[in-house]
């Protein structure tokens, strides 16, 4: 069945820097991933999806790369900013279902 | 952009009472909705699946007498979670699938149910 799970459950970066957050996943037919980010008390919210006929894709400061090969994926924030502290998820459609299955997560803790 | 409401934010209850959180789809409708539970520094694991006009479906080892879900309309969940108990205690999250293509998930702002 589907697994999917971070390798990092913390990590802390440089105001400005950018920040990597990792994920793998065990379903090779897995086809279609999604990051939310998650502020404290806060539900989940929408960073970008990718689908796996594609190997990257891009949105506003944000990239998420997908090697299908290894079974990975990560996010990368560029000039990470205080607001971008929060935990972050990888997700995917549960096999067989419409819900969505979410990894472990990664605390992001942005240093001023 | 769609929008679901999730009310109360945050519910204190002692131990024994019932208490109810809602989930409304604003600007859309959903037959089905999601519930996830998510404990202090874990992820969020789904609950039960709310379907609109019928039984709800519970993920094993979610006992479904004590978290009643009742989706009477299609714009509307509720999470009744009865006879609280400490260990109830956590936050939950209600999402709603838009149905699109690209399953257009969209969360509650969640509920920290706190039992004493």
């Known amino acids: 069945g589907e697994s999917v799970g971070l390798h990092l459950p913390t990590l802390s970066v440089q105001e400005g820097d950018n920040s990597i957050i990792n994920c793998a996943y065990s379903?090779?037919?897995?086809?279609?991933f999604i990051w939310y980010k998650q502020e404290s008390g806060k539900g989940p919210q929408f960073i970008i999806d990718i689908r796996s006929n594609m190997d990257k894709r891009q949105g506003q400061r944000v990239t998420v790369l997908l090697n299908k090969t290894v079974k990975h994926l990560s996010l990368q924030i560029a000039a990470t900013q205080p607001g971008d502290s929060a935990v972050y998820f990888c997700?995917?459609?549960?096999?067989?279902?419409?819900?969505?299955?979410f990894g472990t997560g990664t605390r992001l803790t942005v240093i001023p | 952009g769609a929008v679901v409401s999730q009310h109360p934010s945050w519910v204190i209850c002692k131990s024994g009472t019932s208490v109810k959180i809602e989930c409304r789809s604003l600007d859309f409708q959903a037959t089905t909705m999601f519930w996830y539970r998510q404990f202090p520094k874990q992820s969020l694991m789904l609950m039960a699946t709310?379907?609109?006009?019928?039984?709800?479906?519970?993920e094993q080892g979610v006992e479904k007498d004590k978290f009643l879900i009742n989706h009477a309309s299609l714009t509307l969940s509720t999470l009744t979670v009865t006879s609280a108990h400490p260990e109830d205690s956590s936050f939950y999250i209600c999402s709603a699938n838009r149905g699109l293509a690209n399953y257009g998930y969209t969360f509650g702002s969640g509920t920290r149910l706190t039992v004493v």
């Open positions: 997700a995917e459609p549960k096999a067989g279902a419409n819900n969505l299955f």
């Open positions: 709310s379907n609109e006009g019928s039984k709800a479906t519970y």
């Open positions: 379903n090779s037919a897995s086809d279609y």
